[in-house]
């Protein structure tokens, strides 16, 4: 792949040209998707035209604009033509596909969406504790929002309409001593010290109908990409800055009022770091012709080419200056001024990285809005890095140096740090596939190594590649690589330590890999080890042993079932030859569990030896069928040790354990990136462990964990 340098340049209108979208097959854990027949039908339409960006082999410098809204505006206008001649061809493709092939489309195997059987869903000591555990933030020192945080004697929340704050030791008189209602939804948080700094979702006015946004939206709470993307729900974002120094009694010390979504966060030091998306409304045009009735392809040529033109007509006069993200401080609305342009067609939306002092409420804010969707985010303690993922015949535009890619990521480099002031636009690269979510990125040594998969399952092409980007003036170029990783596979996790890298691909097995990563310029692979189902999440247990949860998997031959909920513990201090150690399997398929998807929701407290997993077990069911009894729903509480592995300490029960048959099966029957568990979090406090829904925190003794010591509501 050769490396194209780009970055952000100053707004001049872009010639984008159509882009289709061409429809791929449900990635899936479970059955084939292909009929073949029909496909190859598919395959005999020509797709849609991919209007290329090229580079002509220069170096594109980054530049900066500010508050030129004359030429933003023809930017963006000239985004949302291209975005809809795109989604006009992508129209026309469809109709050509349906005129061809609709006879082939009635016939063929059954497909399982959910890769399943086709199941059908039901609608103590009043002192300060010694040992408390905090946020399992990815990176030391880099704390992480999340909506709930802890102190080692109060726990604070962000949920429901408020911030609460609970006295949560002593645990016997744990209480709820302030609360503050907030505007909006609360999403998030940081607490340092004596401050709190919240995060809100405020729905905006709508805009006017017949208006459409481009690209749909996502999810502000997406932290794992195989089933969402990060690109933020559409709604304003309210920063609340409070003095808790008066824990009864909070005070509100400033108001940050953003139209952008909250997309993710990081606090280095007193310096909050938050990234915010927003998507610009474009009006309403038509993708079918009036009076449209084809009786051959070349009327539907004919028909949907002059409909690009009539649409583009009627979007020539297309104003939009105020679309612009805006920033209230309270002094006023104004737009957003600093802004980048990337050389590469991103759609009509922005991405802002706004930078403040969550110790000062006076201190000025720092902000690098860029013309960009958002994409995955990683922050190092110096570093903040987005990922923005393209595919080739998608939404967006394609490069013309990335020839025989079919997937690419454009990656954005912001200098950060403890300071606000030192937040700045630094560096711009291409990289090979799309990243799963911020595992996949980590800095050492002013280097990111960056794992990407591309195609999807149950493509036999999908592959996976170990990039690492150096960064040369205002370009992230790749200065060593490693790829074709696990054809016919797709990543489910990967965790960097130090000098060395893990992978989790999984197609019926999975493959652990260890990578050696001291020499940026030549990483190598050192061994890897197969063993079946796949991990989501892993864990740096020591300096030897990782630490994971995934999911078990029953092998059919050309695919696999996902099934129970999979601890493990594996030995990689020889990485050329890892081994399984220890394992422990909950439950049956349609058991789940937050820190699945969640690492927030992953607690291995080392003091105690103790892990505590939100969890849903659910029983029953048969190979390829989700399990059709709910037998648990709350938290586990697990006792890790090398020497005899996983060993259940207790649970505790959300609901309270006397309603037990009160658990809904329906939650039996998610698909397995979305959890059905009440308990989102937990906090261990010496002897005591709080789990933490979205209504209630309970606090129970680790030595008698079926009796709950307090439980206070949060609602």
């Keep these: 792949m050769r490396n194209r340098s780009f970055g952000f340049l100053a707004f001049s209108a872009l010639s984008l040209g159509a882009v289709g979208i061409v429809p791929s097959a449900c990635n899936t854990t479970g059955t084939p998707s292909y009929r073949s027949a029909y496909e190859a039908c598919v395959a005999s339409v020509p797709k849609p035209e991919i209007q290329v960006v090229s580079g002509n082999g220069a170096t594109l410098q980054a530049g900066l604009v500010a508050g030129d809204a004359d030429a933003a505006d023809a930017v963006m206008r000239a985004a949302a033509v291209a975005e809809m001649k795109r989604a006009v061809d992508n129209a026309k493709y469809n109709a050509l596909v349906s005129m061809r092939c609709s006879a082939l489309s009635k016939g063929g195997d059954a497909y399982d969406s959910n890769g399943g059987s086709g199941a059908p869903v039901p609608a103590e000591d009043p002192g300060s504790p010694t040992n408390v555990s905090g946020t399992n933030n990815q990176v030391g020192g880099v704390d992480e929002a999340d909506f709930v945080k802890n102190d080692g004697h109060y726990i604070y929340t962000a949920t429901g309409s408020a911030l609460h704050i609970v006295e949560a030791w002593p645990a016997t008189s744990m209480r709820e001593v302030g609360k503050v209602s907030l505007e909006g939804t609360p999403l998030k948080l940081f607490v340092a010290g004596d401050r709190a700094l919240v995060y809100s979702s405020v729905q905006q006015q709508q805009p006017a109908r017949g208006s459409r946004s481009m690209p749909s939206g996502g999810s502000s709470a997406c932290t794992y990409g195989y089933g969402c993307d990060f690109s933020g729900d559409g709604t304003a974002t309210t920063l609340s800055l409070f003095d808790i120094t008066d824990r009864a009694h909070p005070k509100l010390l400033r108001a940050i009022k953003s139209s952008a979504s909250l997309i993710a966060a990081r606090r280095i030091g007193n310096a909050v770091h938050t990234v915010l998306g927003q998507r610009a409304f474009v009006p309403s045009y038509r993708l079918s012709p009036m009076g449209y009735a084809p009786t051959s392809e070349a009327d539907v040529e004919r028909a949907f080419a002059a409909l690009k033109v009539e649409n583009e007509k009627d979007m020539a006069s297309l104003s939009m200056k105020d679309q612009l993200p805006t920033l209230d401080t309270g002094g006023g609305v104004g737009a957003i001024t600093q802004l980048l342009q990337s050389t590469v067609p991103d759609g009509v939306a922005f991405t802002t990285v706004l930078s403040l002092?969550?110790?000062?409420?006076?201190?000025?804010?720092?902000?690098?809005?860029?013309?960009?969707r958002a994409g995955a985010v990683y922050a190092s303690a110096k570093a903040l890095y987005m990922a923005v993922p393209h595919e080739r015949g998608g939404y967006y535009g394609w490069f013309d140096d990335s020839a025989g890619l079919d997937e690419v990521s454009t990656v954005h480099k912001f200098a950060i740090g403890d300071g606000v002031l030192t937040t700045e636009y630094r560096a711009s690269g291409t990289v090979k596939g799309r990243v799963l979510n911020q595992f996949s990125m980590d800095e050492k040594d002013d280097h990111l190594r960056i794992a990407t998969t591309t195609g999807h399952l149950p493509s036999p092409t999908a592959h996976n590649t170990l990039s690492v980007l150096g960064q040369e003036g205002p370009a992230l170029k790749v200065s060593g690589q490693i790829d074709?990783?696990?054809?016919?596979?797709?990543?489910?996790?990967?965790?960097?330590?130090?000098?060395?890298?893990?992978?989790?691909?999984?197609?019926?097995?999975?493959?652990?890999?260890?990578?050696?990563?001291?020499?940026?310029?030549?990483?190598?692979t050192m061994g890897e080890l197969k063993i079946p189902g796949f991990s989501t999440y892993m864990h740096v247990m020591d300096q030897n042993h990782l630490l994971t949860i995934g999911y078990d998997a029953n092998d059919h031959g050309d695919f696999a079932f996902f099934d129970g909920v999979l601890l493990q513990i594996f030995d990689v201090s020889n990485p050329k030859a890892p081994t399984l150690v220890h394992k422990t399997k909950i439950g049956t398929r349609g058991s789940s569990s937050e820190a699945l998807s969640d690492h927030l929701a992953f607690n291995y407290f080392l003091p105690k030896g103790a892990l505590a997993l939100p969890m849903t077990i659910c029983e029953g069911g048969g190979d390829g069928s989700y399990g059709t009894d709910m037998t648990f729903s709350g938290l586990m509480v697990y006792d890790v040790s090398l020497d005899r592995g996983f060993s259940l300490r207790g649970t505790v029960a959300h609901p309270n354990a006397e309603i037990g048959k009160g658990y809904n099966n329906g939650g039996c029957y998610n698909w397995w990136t979305n959890a059905s568990s009440e308990v989102k979090r937990s906090i261990f406090m010496d002897d005591m462990v709080y789990s933490v829904s979205s209504s209630r925190i309970k606090a129970n003794n680790l030595q008698t964990l079926a009796a709950d010591v307090a439980e206070v509501s949060i609602r």
């Design 357 to 372: 002092d969550i110790a000062n409420d006076s201190a000025p804010l720092n902000s690098v809005t860029v013309l960009s």
């Design 484 to 524: 074709d990783i696990a054809k016919g596979e797709d990543i489910r996790s990967v965790r960097f330590d130090g000098d060395r890298g893990f992978m989790v691909t999984f197609k019926k097995t999975d493959p652990l890999y260890a990578f050696d990563l001291s020499n940026p310029r030549a990483p190598v």
